[in-house]
T-cell receptor
Framework: GENVEQHPSTLSVQEGDSAVIKCTYS??????FPWYKQELGKGPQLIIDIRSNVGEKKDQRIAVTLNKTAKHFSLHITETQPEDSAVYFC?????????????FGKGTKLSVKP | DTGVSQNPRHKITKRGQNVTFRCDPISEHNRLYWYRQTLGQGPEFLTY????????KSRLLSDRFSAERPKGSFSTLEIQRTEQGDSAMYLC???????????????FGQGTRLTVV
């Protein structure tokens, strides 16, 4: 089955700096990779996703890149703000299983210092 | 609020008791998923419905766990004879049904935090 590794587990940046979170996956057949933001006591919130037919996707200050050959994908947040502080999870849809079954990384706790 | 709704938000129960959680998905979302999240971990897939059909239940953690979606709308997750190890956040997500093979976004609820004492 699919396995997703996420690094780093914690990340601290100064407000205005960029933050990068990296994930690798094991199943080359996976083709959908969402990113979620989770604030304390809340459920995960979808912030951006990417499908295997594209290499990069941007949405304002957030971008995701995908390298299918290397089986890794990354989240880039530019001009970070204190409200970006949260735990971020990457995920990969498990191919061949129930469509929509997501395998999650262990999360990255991002702290943005004002 | 038109998002995924979960009730209750918090549940404290004594070991050995049965608990039931409810999930109301986004209107017209055909797919509904249950996940479990323990502290410091990402969500872990448990089971999945497409309309009222439970298409995957092999990932349920034990036979004490069961889920239903009787009319293809709301769903319930029941844990029988709870154990301390069942303490976790139980998350529900829903997504729309699109074309065959097309990935669709899953939207999560706020979760039900279960504490077994």
């Amino acid at each position: 089955g699919e396995n997703v590794e996420q690094h780093p587990s914690t990340l601290s940046v100064q407000e205005g700096d960029s933050a990068v979170i990296k994930c690798t996956y094991s199943d080359s057949a996976s083709n959908y990779f969402p990113w979620y933001k989770q604030e304390l006591g809340k459920g995960p919130q979808l912030i951006i996703d990417i499908r295997s037919n594209v290499g990069e996707k941007k949405d304002q200050r957030i971008a995701v890149t995908l390298n299918k050959t290397a089986k890794h994908f990354s989240l880039h947040i530019t001009e970070t703000q204190p409200e970006d502080s949260a735990v971020y999870f990457c995920a990969a849809e498990e191919y061949g299983g129930s469509q929509g079954n997501l395998i999650f990384g262990k999360g990255t706790k991002l702290s943005v210092k004002p | 609020d038109t998002g995924v709704s979960q009730n209750p938000r918090h549940k404290i129960t004594k070991r050995g008791q049965n608990v039931t959680f409810r999930c109301d998905p986004i209107s017209e979302h055909n797919r509904l998923y249950w996940y479990r999240q323990t502290l410091g971990q990402g969500p872990e897939f448990l089971t999945y419905f497409q309309n009222e059909a439970q298409l995957e239940k092999s990932r349920l953690l034990s036979d004490r766990f069961s889920a239903e979606r009787p009319k293809g709308s709301f769903s319930t997750l029941e844990i029988q004879r709870t154990e301390q190890g069942d303490s976790a956040m139980y998350l529900c997500a829903s997504s729309p049904l699109r074309g065959t093979g097309e990935n669709t976004e899953a939207f999560f609820g706020q979760g039900t935090r279960l504490t077994v004492v």
